[in-house]
C-alpha cells in the first residue's frame, strides 16, 4: 500500500510577518548594472537581518511597461506578502494605471506627477528633489532668507529648481527669481555668463540676494560657480548651494570651496576619515554605492511596511538618510549636508543628522524583533 507523503511543513511567521517578498528589476538589457547593484544592496539586508528570513523571488522586469506588467503579474500569482519594484518610471506609471494592487507595493522610483498613486502603493526612490528639499532646508536653518536659482533647462533642472523654490517659500524664505540655461551647446559658456551678468545678479536689489541654488551637473558646475564668484561684488561672502551631482573634484580648489549640498550619509560618510566619495576617479563606485544603499533601505522598508510599523511619524534611519512616509505612501528622505571647506568635505552643523529632527525609529521595534525572533529558535 503507498505511503502518502507527509504535507511539507508550513512556512514560520518570520520576524518582519513576510514570508515572501517579489522583487522587480530591469535585470537584462540597458539597466542590468544598475540593477545588479540595486540587488546585491538588496540581498545584503536580507542576509543581515534575522532568521527565519522570507523567500525572495527575482522576477526580470524588462524595460517597458507591458514587460512590467507581465513580471508583475507573474509575482501575483505567487502571493507574495509585499512587491518591491519596479525601478524605471515608465513602468511603474504603467502599473498604476493598468493594474489594481492586490498587495503593498513599494516602487524604487517615483510616479509622474499626473497619476494619482492608488491605494496599497510605497514610492521610494533616489530623487534629486530630496536633495534640493534639504538644501532649502539647510540654507533657511543658515538664516538665509533669500535666494536666486539657476537651473539648466531639461526635466530634471526644472523639477529640482521647483523642489528648492516651493520648499524654501514654504519654510518662509522668498526666491527672488529663476534663470534658466542650456546645458548643452557650444554657446552654454556665453549664455551662462548673460545670465550672470552684473545688471541680472548684481543689480540694485544685490544686497538682498543671500544665497544661490544651481539646479545643475558638475559639468556645468565648472563655469557657474566661478562665473558667480567674478560677478558678486563680495565673492568671499557668496553662498552657493547645489546638490550631490554639483560638486566634482576636477574643481579647482578656489573654485568649489564653500559649496553645499546635500547628499546620502552613507556616501558623505567616507569624508570624515579623508576620503572624497565624489571624486571624479570614483564616480562609478559612488553610483554603485548609492544604488546599493537604495537596495539595502528598500529592503528594510518592505519588512516595516509589513509589519505595520513604518506609518506617518515614523522615520527609519537608513544607508540613504532618514526616511519618512508621508499620507501618501510617497517616502521622503532627510539627508546629511557638506560644505567644502579648505578643499574637504566637512558636515555642516545644521545637517540632518545634526538638527533636532525628532521622530519615532524602528531601533526599538528591532530589539522586540530581536526578542521574538531569539524565542522562535
Known amino acids: 500500500m503507498p505511503v502518502r507523503a507527509a504535507d511539507p511543513p508550513k512556512p514560520l511567521l518570520t520576524d518582519s510577518g513576510v514570508r515572501s517578498i517579489a522583487l ?28 527565519p528570513r522570507p523567500l ?8 517597458t511597461g507591458e514587460s ?25 506609471d504603467a502599473l498604476a494605471n493598468q493594474r489594481q494592487f492586490v498587495r503593498p507595493v513599494l516602487s524604487l522610483n517615483y510616479l509622474d506627477d499626473a497619476i494619482a498613486p492608488p491605494p496599497l502603493l510605497y514610492q521610494f526612490g533616489l530623487s534629486p528633489e530630496d536633495e534640493a528639499r534639504e538644501a532649502a532646508a539647510s540654507a533657511i536653518d543658515s538664516n538665509l532668507r533669500s535666494a536666486v536659482i539657476l537651473a ?39 549664455t551662462i555668463r548673460g545670465l550672470l551678468d552684473r545688471r541680472t545678479i548684481n543689480g540694485s536689489a544685490d544686497e538682498d540676494i543671500e544665497t544661490v541654488f544651481i539646479a545643475t551637473g558638475a559639468a556645468q558646475a565648472r563655469l557657474i560657480i566661478p562665473e558667480l564668484r567674478f560677478y558678486w561684488h563680495r565673492p568671499n561672502d557668496l553662498v552657493v548651494y547645489g546638490v550631490a551631482a554639483s560638486y566634482d573634484r576636477s574643481l579647482s580648489a578656489t573654485d568649489r570651496e564653500g559649496l553645499r549640498f ?52 515614523t522615520t ?15 517616502i521622503l528622505r532627510r539627508l546629511s549636508c557638506s560644505e567644502v571647506s579648505d578643499g574637504h568635505l566637512q558636515a555642516l552643523d545644521n545637517s540632518a543628522t545634526a538638527t533636532a529632527y525628532r521622530q519615532p ?4 521595534l528591532e530589539d522586540r524583533l530581536d526578542d521574538g525572533a531569539r524565542q522562535t529558535r
Open 24 to 51: 522587480l528589476l530591469p535585470i537584462s538589457g540597458r539597466f542590468e548594472n544598475p540593477a545588479s547593484a540595486l540587488r546585491d544592496g538588496f540581498f545584503a539586508a536580507h542576509l543581515a537581518s534575522r532568521y
Open 262 to 313: 546635500c547628499g546620502m550619509p552613507v556616501v558623505l560618510a567616507s569624508a570624515s576619515i579623508g576620503a572624497d566619495p565624489y571624486g571624479t576617479s570614483s564616480a562609478q563606485s559612488v553610483g554603485r554605492t548609492r544604488l546599493q544603499s537604495l537596495g539595502f533601505d528598500a529592503y528594510r522598508i518592505a519588512r516595516a511596511i509589513r509589519l505595520k510599523e513604518f506609518v506617518v511619524g
Open 56 to 63: 525572495i523571488h527575482v522576477y526580470d522586469s524588462g524595460e
Open 68 to 92: 512590467a506588467l507581465t513580471a508583475y503579474d507573474t509575482a501575483i500569482e505567487r502571493s507574495p506578502d509585499i512587491v518591491v519594484g519596479p525601478l524605471l518610471r515608465e513602468q511603474l
Open 152 to 190: 539648466e533647462e531639461s526635466d530634471w533642472g526644472t523639477r529640482t529648481a521647483s523642489s528648492f523654490r516651493d520648499h524654501f517659500e514654504a519654510l518662509g524664505g522668498t526666491v527672488l527669481r529663476t534663470r534658466r540655461f542650456s546645458a548643452v551647446g557650444d554657446d552654454s559658456s556665453e
Open 316 to 330: 527609519i534611519d537608513g544607508r540613504t538618510g532618514a526616511l519618512l512616509v508621508q499620507d501618501d505612501g510617497r
Open 361 to 364: 525609529t524602528l531601533t526599538a
